[in-house]
RNA sequence: GCGGGAGUAGCUCAGUCGGUAGAGCGUCAGCUUCCCAAGCUGAAUGUCGAGAGUUCGAGCCUCUUCUCCCGCUCCA
């Protein structure tokens, strides 16, 4: 049974050194974390698992890692300063806060058009008016009250403040000047590296359609409210595919990754009864987006997302563009005249230029390592009656993938066989080996039972050939070199030759 | 940002009336044991989240602030 609640997981990852809260000697910093020693193999190997079922184990997706400081001018066309500004309203009686247009989306016809009156507003539409009242906001707030808005909550009229903008992007400054126009963004998503570089991996690739692109790599996002441990945070990591497709195959090829990707993270160890794939409605949609399927997991606080794919159809070259009025553009496109480059690649079929539509699989780093952890997070009660916590972590993903243990830490012949060994397996390359010499056996494999270490090498007296401790018993010649492997989950143990670990730990721990 | 709850050792938590800072587990060292958290001895770790105030004296009372949890709000 996966964890029940998120106190135990942020626990145990403080504890085992997974996860630790950013910052933490000054009082820590809101919506931040750090991944500690076996957090960042734990993230490193999930990526890694990521990039190895897209650019590997593929023919048609290259990789790319672009800036995280991005041009004010990419996230104008994007369209994301105009939606991650959202204009805030609070109404001063209850102390609730809403975004302006859904308040306004919210008002009887009558009261609207009284406040639309008391602004002077003679456009037409909620989203005009409310973006008339955003670039006015002491003349919004005299309307709002004048016209008496209702608050949705409790059906009264509401005293509102004026409306106040709140940006979901950080902003920093460039150059040794700070001034009002030297500024760049934190990308608030990798996806726009990926359109901004489409030109320079086509020409670099001789690539055509379909064809992907994909990335992984941080963005930032000022949330209100961080949430959730990893879940809802500042600072986060994105795996995020741009899959490009000639228009009219986007229905299909969306279809086809939403079961990709839900296959993937079932790879990666969860459970399908703790997935769910969720088609977003017309009204969930995004500024961008023909449809969208976000696949869902069972987190400790809730299903949430886990992963979007969203069919962007061509709104995001189409948007960065220049002269895009002239290619026929499906999404509804703002003219471009400050790109430099015309995003197309020819139909595959009239080989004349056209901008493509494109796939998005979204998937969050963060909260893949929490619903992980999640998933294997294991309360076991034993035999004797004692408890265990197992990290049941897919193999792959494991931090450490072996520990090796010396039977007695103060017996040299044992511990240099040990070292030995460790040095060796680690020579391999799958992955961490840990010598463990730390307490008793029982205690080791307990501790590694807690970080998910799927197997334990323990060498003993019969690996040196000696029946026991002094070698007052014979030791079974059999025995000689091999030593035992102990399984996390089963906790069954298998005596083995150490001459044989190699292949034996390569088959298992793929 | 609002409302509620919380913050004391690495973790879980106790701390009475305002009077010298505690437990269990964990960690480290040594011994012992030698295959599933056994035992013995010893040790380290606290500005009691931070700052100010009241007081002879504050972990405890007051104020400010930060962080976390729950519910709102928000969530390309």
Not at 297 to 320: C, K, M, Q, V, W
Not at 351 to 372: H, M, N, T, Y
Not at 385 to 394: D, F
Not at 419 to 433: E, S, T
Request: proline share 6%; net charge negative; charged share 25%.
């Amino acid at each position: 049974m996966p964890a029940q609640s998120m106190d135990e997981l942020v626990s145990l990852c403080k504890r085992r050194g997974f996860i630790f809260p950013g910052s933490d000697i000054y009082g820590g910093l809101q919506g931040t974390y750090d991944y500690g020693p076996l957090g960042v193999e734990l993230k490193n190997n999930l990526k890694a698992a990521w990039w190895r079922s897209m650019i590997y184990e593929r023919d048609d997706i290259e990789g790319l890692d672009a800036s995280i400081l991005t041009h004010k001018m990419v996230l104008r066309h994007s369209g994301h300063e105009a939606t991650f500004t959202d204009p805030m309203v609070d109404n001063r009686t209850n102390k609730k806060r809403y975004r302006l247009d859904h308040l306004l989306k919210d008002q009887k016809p009558e009261i609207l058009s009284s406040i639309s009156a008391a602004f002077g507003f003679e456009g037409e539409g909620v989203d005009a008016l409310s973006s008339a009242m955003t670039k006015n906001p002491e003349k919004a707030e005299v309307a709002l009250n004048a016209g008496k808005a209702l608050d949705p909550d409790d059906g009264k009229p509401g005293n509102w403040t004026a409306p106040r903008p709140f940006n979901m992007m950080f902003k920093t400054t460039v150059g040794p000047v700070a001034d009002e126009e030297s500024y760049a963004y934190l990308r608030p998503e990798t996806a726009q590296g990926i359109f901004t570089n489409f030109k320079n991996v086509v020409d670099s690739t001789s690539r055509r359609l379909p064809f992907g692109i994909a990335q992984i790599g941080k963005s930032f996002r000022n949330e209100i409210t961080p949430r959730n441990f990893i879940f809802r945070v500042r600072e986060f990591e994105q795996m995020e595919l741009e899959f490009f497709v000639t228009p009219g195959t986007d229905d299909a090829w969306h279809s086809t990754w939403v079961e990709t990707r839900l296959q993937w993270w079932r790879d990666q160890g969860l459970e399908s009864n703790n997935l769910e794939p969720y088609h977003q409605t017309k009204e969930d949609l995004s500024h961008y987006s023909k449809a969208t399927v976000d696949i869902l997991y069972r987190f400790p606080h809730g299903l949430e997302e886990l992963e979007g794919i969203a069919n962007r159809t061509d709104f995001d070259l189409g948007s960065h563009t220049r002269g895009n009025d002239s290619l026929g553009i499906q999404a509804n496109v703002e003219p471009n005249t400050d790109s430099t480059e015309k995003l197309t690649i020819p139909h595959p079929e009239t080989q004349k230029p056209i901008v493509p539509f494109v796939i998005e699989p979204s998937a969050g780093v963060d909260r893949g390592v929490l619903a992980v952890l999640t998933e294997a997070y294991t309360k076991e009660t034993l035999e004797n009656g004692s408890e265990r916590i197992v990290l049941k972590l897919r193999p792959h993903l494991a931090p450490i993938k072996v520990a090796v243990i010396p039977l007695a830490k103060n017996k040299l012949e044992i511990t240099d066989v040990a070292r030995k060994l460790k040095k060796d397996l680690q020579a391999i390359g799958f992955g961490r080996v840990l010598y463990e010499d730390t307490g008793n056996i029982g205690k080791a494999y307990r501790r590694h039972d807690e970080v998910g270490t799927p197997l334990c090498i323990t060498v003993d007296f019969d690996t040196i050939g000696q029946g026991n401790k002094d070698g007052s018993e014979p030791s079974d010649p059999n025995l000689l070199g091999t030593v035992t492997v102990r399984n996390r989950d089963t906790m069954a143990q298998e005596r083995i030759a150490m001459k044989d670990l190699p292949a034996y730990l390569l088959e298992r721990l793929r």
